[in-house]
């Protein structure tokens, strides 16, 4: 009996960016943008929670999207992708929050972030 391994290599590639001064705004601002769904999935998370003993996932929050950039006008220039990503980056930082409690690790709660903690797209 032969046992056939496959291996999965994931990449990973960084770019230098050498934006202009308008990119560079614009990227901030995106950057910006961003952060502030960040936060308030995290509080829209921790309000239902406590208020209300229900749990919202991270594919709860992507189906409101269209309505927030329908809203909010000033999201309408980020594209889908990168606002989903943002609500997978919470998903991923509450999951590794219940593994450690499971595991009875020393938890973290997932935290808000501020402007210099919340720096990559």
């Not at 960016?17 to 910006?32: G, N």
């Not at 269209?66 to 943002?86: C, F, M, N, R, W």
Request: glycine share 6%.
């Amino acid at each position: 009996m032969t046992q056939i391994q496959t291996t999965t290599h994931l990449k990973t590639f960084r770019y230098r960016l050498r934006p202009t001064k308008a990119q560079e705004v614009a990227l901030l601002e995106q950057l910006r943008l961003c952060r502030g769904l960040y936060n308030a999935a995290l509080q829209e998370r921790r309000d239902a929670y406590r208020k209300a003993g229900k749990t919202v996932t991270g594919y709860d929050q992507m189906k409101y999207l269209t309505e927030i950039k329908a809203a909010l006008p000033e999201y309408a220039g980020i594209y889908s992708q990168v606002l989903q990503d943002v609500l997978k980056r919470l998903e991923k930082a509450f999951k590794a929050f219940f593994r450690r409690v499971k595991a009875g690790q020393t938890p973290g709660y997932p935290r808000f972030k501020g402007a210099g903690w919340y720096d990559s797209i």
